[in-house]
């Protein structure tokens, strides 16, 4: 089986539990953000991409279970949850789950369960993700990396292709630039110039198969990202 490479959003207020599991995950060369507040947690994970989320349910500001709920109600994704506390009853179990909760793991934790049970939670989502997209005008058949706007194939980099995926599956939200950059290079982006190229040619390639209008349907959104601006209704997935 494939190691994956992850991106988390650890919740954690307590910062020594924090440091020593972002270290942890870090050591995999797995992304991590790192949030110590509900209302942080919240903002992140409805304006970036993550593959799981670990989350504290004693925060300073909010209830964790009021932050699973949330994250699970905007996110643009439905990324999975993992709860990692120290409420370690039956109740306090069930009512994780019934709120939303993907699996759930009580203190103290071997980090190399964390890193187990992820990977797991990853694998599982990916197996949710259709293997072709429908999405407005774009069939995106994402096991070939092929790319379809209307019937007509687009010819895209390997990289364009991924930002046309990213936007799909995220519509009808933005994606800022940082998770563009972070999904598509890492920790170790090109210079800023890079990203606003590969949108120039994926615009142009749209243009080229479409019209002035087709080119038209991926929007800057100023000091945030992109997004597919068409009708939310116009997709299937």
């Given at each position: 089986?494939?190691?994956?490479?992850?991106?988390?959003?650890?919740?954690?207020?307590?910062?020594?539990?924090?440091?020593?599991?972002?270290?942890?995950?870090?050591?995999?060369?797995?992304?991590?953000?790192?949030?110590?507040?509900?209302?942080?947690?919240?903002?992140?994970?409805?304006?970036?991409?993550?593959?799981?989320?670990?989350?504290?349910?004693?925060?300073?500001?909010?209830?964790?279970?009021?932050?699973?709920?949330?994250?699970?109600?905007?996110?643009?994704?439905?990324?999975?949850?993992?709860?990692?506390?120290?409420?370690?009853s039956y109740e306090d179990k069930a009512?994780?789950?019934?709120?939303?909760?993907?699996?759930?793991?009580?203190?103290?934790?071997?980090?190399?369960?964390?890193?187990?049970?992820?990977?797991?939670?990853?694998?599982?989502?990916?197996?949710?993700?259709?293997?072709?997209?429908?999405?407005?005008?774009?069939?995106?058949?994402?096991?070939?990396?092929?790319?379809?706007?209307?019937?007509?194939?687009?010819?895209?980099?390997?990289?364009?292709?991924?930002?046309?995926?990213?936007?799909?599956?995220?519509?009808?939200?933005?994606?800022?630039?940082?998770?563009?950059?972070?999904?598509?290079?890492?920790?170790?982006?090109?210079?800023?110039?890079?990203?606003?190229?590969?949108?120039?040619?994926?615009?142009?390639?749209?243009?080229?198969?479409?019209?002035?209008?087709?080119?038209?349907?991926?929007?800057?959104?100023?000091?945030?990202?992109?997004?597919?601006?068409?009708?939310?209704?116009?997709?299937?997935?």
């Amino acid at each position: 089986m494939n190691k994956l490479s992850l991106s988390i959003l650890l919740v954690e207020d307590h910062l020594a539990i924090a440091r020593q599991v972002l270290d942890f995950l870090d050591g995999l060369g797995w992304q991590t953000d790192h949030a110590g507040t509900g209302a942080l947690a919240v903002q992140l994970a409805t304006r970036n991409s993550y593959d799981v989320v670990l989350l504290d349910l004693n925060l300073p500001d909010l209830d964790g279970l009021q932050v699973c709920r949330a994250i699970k109600a905007g996110a643009p994704s439905n990324v999975p949850i993992l709860m990692l506390t120290a409420r370690d009853s039956y109740e306090d179990k069930a009512r994780g789950f019934r709120d939303g909760a993907d699996d759930y793991l009580t203190k103290p934790f071997d980090l190399r369960e964390v890193a187990l049970r992820c990977e797991a939670l990853a694998r599982r989502q990916q197996l949710h993700v259709r293997q072709e997209m429908r999405v407005g005008p774009f069939t995106l058949q994402t096991r070939a990396g092929r790319a379809l706007l209307g019937d007509v194939p687009l010819q895209l980099t390997q990289t364009g292709f991924k930002i046309l995926l990213l936007l799909c599956r995220e519509h009808p939200h933005a994606v800022s630039r940082s998770a563009l950059l972070q999904q598509l290079w890492g920790s170790q982006p090109p210079d800023s110039d890079a990203l606003k190229s590969h949108i120039y040619a994926l615009r142009k390639q749209l243009e080229l198969v479409g019209g002035a209008g087709a080119a038209g349907v991926l929007v800057t959104i100023p000091q945030l990202g992109y997004r597919l601006a068409f009708d939310a209704a116009a997709s299937d997935g």
